[in-house]
């Protein structure tokens, strides 16, 4: 049976919604199948076993690196005598603020983050990434380092994870782009689909803040008109329709999974007017906001 794991199991500093971990699991300590509404990257220091992860069953190894986006269902399968090491990185996709992310010049070198986990499944490598070994050793020492931050906790400390966790998604990153660029051809097309995809992945992100097709033009390097066209030849829909089925479904889960009044869901994904954020929920789903909670349950 599924379990949800809820931020405050793990991410207890609201101002700094993070946890670091090693730890071991086998056919003794498997974690049920779970979802959770952080995100969780997994770094596989040693051991084997297979990852289940949304209906699909495949093997992991020492070297492998993945993320689990909030929402998504997954666990671990072990044969007899099979073991795994891993180090759990859990955050809140606004731990990392995008704001600094331009201040520092790599918004648009972050991919493994913005654009791999929303990747659709034949693009996303299986679900994970491999590394060399030459990889694994620089992964892990940034990954060991934040679990020394963590566990001391001295001045300075959020800070120096803050930017450690960047470096390591830079790192990713560059593996990822390499990947691509010695499977896929670089056509214009291809180019504007890796746009749309980084831009899907920041949307996903921070859907609940509030976002403008300037913002994101400047994020993006590209002028309002062409973003509007591109992403609209990409996927069929604007960026403002996109923003706003994205956090409709969000709206729906929370419906669905909580209590809570309908304005206070509404306000949870970035809509600040309730009669606004009905009448989308009208046009999106079919029924009010009310009506569909009902349904569900």
């Given at each position: 049976m599924e379990e949800r794991i809820v931020s405050r199991d793990y991410l207890k500093e609201l101002r700094f919604p993070f946890y670091i971990m090693r730890c071991t699991h086998n056919a003794n300590n498997v974690p049920k199948m779970h979802s959770h509404e952080f995100v969780e990257l997994v770094y596989v220091i040693k051991g084997e076993a297979l990852h289940c992860f949304e209906g699909d069953v495949y093997p992991l190894k020492a070297g492998d690196v993945f993320i689990?986006?909030?929402?998504?269902?997954?666990?671990?399968?072990?044969?007899?005598?099979?073991?795994?090491?891993?180090v759990?990185?859990?955050?809140?996709?606004?731990?990392?603020?995008?704001?600094?992310?331009?201040?520092?010049?790599v918004d648009d070198s972050m991919d493994y983050f913005y654009v791999l986990p929303f990747l659709s499944p034949d693009e996303r490598f299986h679900h994970r990434l491999k590394l060399s070994e030459r990889e694994t050793s620089a992964i892990l020492?940034?990954?060991?380092?934040?679990?020394?931050?963590?566990?001391?906790?001295?001045?300075?400390?959020?800070?120096?994870?803050?930017?450690?966790?960047?470096?390591l998604f830079i790192q990713l990153s560059r593996i990822y782009k390499d990947w691509v660029s010695s499977n896929r051809d670089h056509s214009k097309r291809r180019s504007n689909h890796l746009l749309v995809q980084r831009i899907n992945g920041f949307l996903e992100r921070h859907y609940d803040e509030k976002l403008?097709?300037?913002?994101?033009?400047?994020?993006?390097?590209?002028?309002?008109?062409?973003?509007?066209?591109?992403?609209?030849?990409?996927?069929?829909?604007?960026?403002?329709?996109?923003?706003?089925h994205i956090r409709i479904e969000h709206a729906?889960?929370?419906?669905?999974?909580?209590?809570?009044?309908?304005?206070?869901?509404?306000?949870?994904?970035?809509?600040?007017?309730?009669?606004?954020?009905?009448?989308?929920?009208?046009?999106?789903v079919g029924c009010s906001p009310g009506k569909f909670r009902g349904h569900g349950k």
């Open positions: 689990i986006n909030p929402n998504e269902n997954h666990t671990f399968e072990f044969s007899e005598g099979q073991e795994i090491e891993i759990n990185c859990l955050f809140l996709p606004d731990l990392i603020h995008d704001a600094c992310l331009r201040e520092l010049g020492q940034l990954l060991e380092y934040m679990m020394h931050e963590w566990d001391l906790k001295r001045t300075g400390y959020t800070t120096l994870i803050r930017l450690k966790l960047v470096e403008c097709v300037t913002d994101l033009g400047e994020m993006f390097n590209i002028s309002n008109r062409q973003l509007n066209r591109v992403f609209k030849q990409e996927t069929g829909l604007t960026v403002v329709e996109r923003v706003h729906k889960q929370m419906l669905m999974e909580s209590e809570e009044k309908v304005l206070h869901v509404a306000q949870k994904v970035g809509y600040d007017d309730p009669a606004f954020f009905s009448h989308l929920f009208r046009r999106y």
